[in-house]
């Protein structure tokens, strides 16, 4: 593979095409790629398809996206802080899926491994399962979750080599990892790059084979 | 009566005698974040967050916050000696798994087959699920900490949730400012009963079936 190339935000945003499915990183915010959904505001995309486990805030995270019209589909978990979710909610302009939290990162994770899907008890006698389906092994009965690919993700990391290499910082590690795992194109809006060799290997969270681009954070 | 400050004290330092040394925990937000404050000092208790982290410390003096550290309601918290930090998707592995001991989550309604409901009110308050199925699921102890009444004064604990269900037959024991009642096989038993109040206002602001033992304690 090849070593993943360093681009400003601006080009980064330039790689998301109008109904893309994003896979963003972030958990209330921490964590998120701030300056690629920033990016992503002013290049304007219309009708994304975005998978979080919540939408942040209208004028910090992702909720950025939904608070400017660009997300019509949103695959997420909660969106108790974002008023721009739940008024499209409301009013039928952005389609909302909600999932399990852990499901949907199970969901992410099984795309990014290449499994067909996850068994999951949760959500069972819910009426999340009314939502999927159900498939018994060995008489138990387990909710099917299947896979969610991304076109593109979008991930935040404290540092990177110029392999891609990650490390994160404290709690912003939340889904970045899951969500480096899943795109076809992955972008990871970084605070610092070093040289090859400079993170010690037993460090590296997420192996610079997942990462397409780097941005320097600004 | 009590006042919403009182309510919240009482519940969180009655749930506190639930939780023993070495326990691995969440809590979840409202009533859950005041239990801390009653927890023993000579116990040491396994703070778990869905973000991803386990042995966190309290919130952090004004100034002091670090911008990556928070908890999974977004607030402030510290590293301490064993803190540990990982991906969410292993926080829901560990949720999952059978790993964390106890959770103690706030309740719309609860009925007397242990089923909790605590997501949404149909067409009125839709914030989403977040990590509550996933703990419903997966904790081997759930405490619903709750007021007894709604606001209005109706009944919370009931034959049958009416809203839809966030987990179904996993609440192990009801904690609210009136009684401390546990979910068995055979229905809710009374265990306490607060001592602000008694016996007959419990069953007056109940609507499912109690079970009444001939020996009840109390708590304040």
Redesign the interface.
Known sequence: MAKPKIINANEAAKLVKDGDTLLIGS?????CPQQLIDALVTTGQKNLHVVC??PDYDDYGIGKLLFHKQVTYLQ??????SKAS?AG?HDGSIKIE??????L??RV?AAGAGLGGIL?????????EKERETITVDGKKWILEKPIHGDVSLIKA?KADKMGNLI???????????MATAGKIVIAQVDEIVEIGEIDPEHI?TPGVFIDYLVLNK | MLDKNEIQHLVARRIAKEIKDGDVVNLGVGIPTFVPIYLPKNIHVITHSENGILGFGPAPKKGEEHPDLTNAGGGFITEVKGTSYFDSALSFSIIRGGHLDLTVLGALQVDQEGNIANWMIPGKFVPGIGGAMDLCAGAKKIIAAMTHTDKDGGPKILKKCTLPLTGPHCVDLIVTEMAVIEVTPKGLVIREVASWTNIEDVKKHTEADLIIPSKIGSFC
């Open positions: 958990f209330l915010a921490i964590g486990i919540s997420t978990s909660w969106h108790g802080f739940q909610f909600f999932n399990p939290q852990g499901g990162l199970e994770r999951s008890p949760v959500g069972l006698g819910t009426p999340v404290k994160y910082s404290k709690s912003a590690r939340n889904c970045n990892p899951i969270i």
